[in-house]
T-cell receptor, first 116, second 112 residues
Framework: NAGVTQTPKFQVLKTGQSMTLQCAQD?????MSWYRQDPGMGLRLIHYSVGAGITDQGEVPNGYNVSRSTTEDFPLRLLSAAPSQTSVYFCASSPPRQGSGRTEAFFGQGTRLTVV | GDSVTQMEGPVTLSEEAFLTINCTYT??????LFWYVQYPGEGLQLLLKATKADDKGSNKGFEATYRKETTSFHLEKGSVQVSDSAVYFCALLSGSARQLTFGSGTQLTVLP
């Protein structure tokens, strides 16, 4: 089972460049999200999606765009990279909520991005 | 808003020592609580969870009990191994929210 797949694993960008971080899941999860991980700050939510065609902002959305044209894919776009966006990025997906249960998130292996 | 406060690291222990990583939370209603583990170079994996007060989550020798009266979910293991070296994150999911709120993470290093 592939689970959540992120590409690339590593990337170096120059300030001002744009790029797209890819995320795909094969579990038919409706909910997907992007986090960034910075030392001492845990994981902070960038954007999330509750289903195809529906996206919303998280805690730190500035400088990032997302779209959700299919259930499987949730790419994250950096419009004009800045050194402050140097971080490790994680994509996650969650299955539908069942009753009063709270479901866990499944994470990709991360993309380590450096902006110089 | 929701928040999670974790014991600051790094934590360094000898093999077979007892481990406690403290976690307290602030949330409305009755959140579900999670511990995630991140091994070097990998993504986060769910270690254990508890969905209501007094539940105990357990996995791989780790345990945590959902204490509503103290709003805590401390992680414990009786005898750590070198292979337990990782970063541990406490997290919560509350109300109608679908996104997790994470603590800042605790780096654990176990020495042989």
């Amino acid at each position: 089972n592939a689970g959540v797949t992120q590409t690339p694993k590593f990337q170096v960008l120059k300030t001002g460049q744009s790029m797209t971080l890819q995320c795909a899941q094969d579990m038919n999860h409706e909910y997907m999200s992007w986090y960034r991980q910075d030392p001492g700050m845990g994981l902070r939510l960038i954007h999330y999606s509750v289903g195809a065609g529906i996206t919303d902002q998280g805690e730190v959305p500035n400088g990032y765009n997302v779209s959700r044209s299919t259930t499987e894919d949730f790419p994250l776009r950096l419009l004009s990279a800045a050194p402050s966006q140097t971080s490790v990025y994680f994509c996650a997906s969650s299955p539908p909520r069942q009753g009063s249960g709270r479901t866990e998130a499944f994470f990709g292996q991360g993309t380590r991005l450096t902006v110089v | 808003g929701d928040s999670v406060t974790q014991m600051e690291g790094p934590v360094t222990l000898s093999e077979e020592a007892f481990l406690t990583i403290n976690c307290t939370y602030t949330a409305t209603g009755y959140p579900s609580l999670f511990w995630y583990v991140q091994y070097p170079g990998e993504g986060l994996q769910l270690l254990l969870k508890a969905t209501k007060a007094d539940d105990k989550g357990s996995n791989k020798g780790f345990e945590a009990t959902y204490r509503k009266e103290t709003t805590s979910f401390h992680l414990e293991k009786g005898s750590v191994q070198v292979s337990d070296s990782a970063v541990y994150f406490c997290a919560l999911l509350s109300g109608s929210a679908r996104q997790l709120t994470f603590g800042s993470g605790t780096q654990l290093t176990v020495l042989p």
